[in-house]
């Protein structure tokens, strides 16, 4: 732990942050707790998770029966295949305990931390979902649209078990609210 300079109260440094967080949950784990799930946020101190992937892939290193997620992967912040890639390789590490929330994102500010147009988060959404849908489900992606476009990708790595997608209420309305993906 460090002191602040303002307070003098000793606060704990990121690494000491992230370390508190896995042992609580572990020891929620242990005592048969359902979920833990994780906010994702970037250029804000909300959380200091701006990888979920990252701290989740830690989580199922040290936990056996709980379920966890994001609260949402921001699609319009992910490559589709990558995180195609990434869901589908945490599914493994924790053998079958990640769940599935998505959203476009709500704050303009974090949108545009990372060089992203809020006003193209909804065609972007709309479109990462449909790739993410279609790779979870195929053994080979083909998709062309306004934003991204793909011919013949392989899918090597398959979802390990079906997942429900949690979808924010937020979302286009031309998204359904409780989806399944299945390997």
Not at 33 to 40: P, R, S
Not at 46 to 62: E, I, K, N, W
Not at 115 to 140: C, K
Not at 155 to 161: N, T
């Amino acid at each position: 732990m460090r002191p602040t300079a303002n307070t003098g109260i000793a606060l704990p440094t990121i690494g000491e942050l992230y370390e508190s967080r896995l042992k609580l949950i572990e020891l929620a784990d242990q005592a048969s707790f359902y979920g833990y799930h994780l906010a994702e946020h970037h250029g804000t101190s909300l959380g200091m998770t701006p990888s979920p992937s990252v701290f989740l892939a830690a989580l199922a290193q040290r936990t056996t029966r709980i379920r966890f997620s994001p609260v949402a992967f921001l699609l319009p912040m992910y490559h589709p295949v990558r995180l195609i890639e990434e869901v589908c390789m945490l599914g493994h590490l924790s053998q079958g305990c990640v769940e599935l929330g998505i959203s476009r994102g709500i704050s303009p500010y974090e949108i545009k931390c990372l060089g992203i147009d809020p006003d193209a988060t909804r065609e972007v959404f709309v479109e990462t979902l449909e790739n993410f849908r279609a790779g979870m489900s195929n053994d080979v992606l083909d998709y062309t649209g306004k934003h991204h476009e793909f011919h013949d990708v392989p899918m090597k790595i398959k979802p390990l078990q079906r997942m429900t997608i949690g979808i924010d209420p937020r979302t286009p309305r031309c998204v359904t609210h409780r989806r399944y993906v299945s390997p």
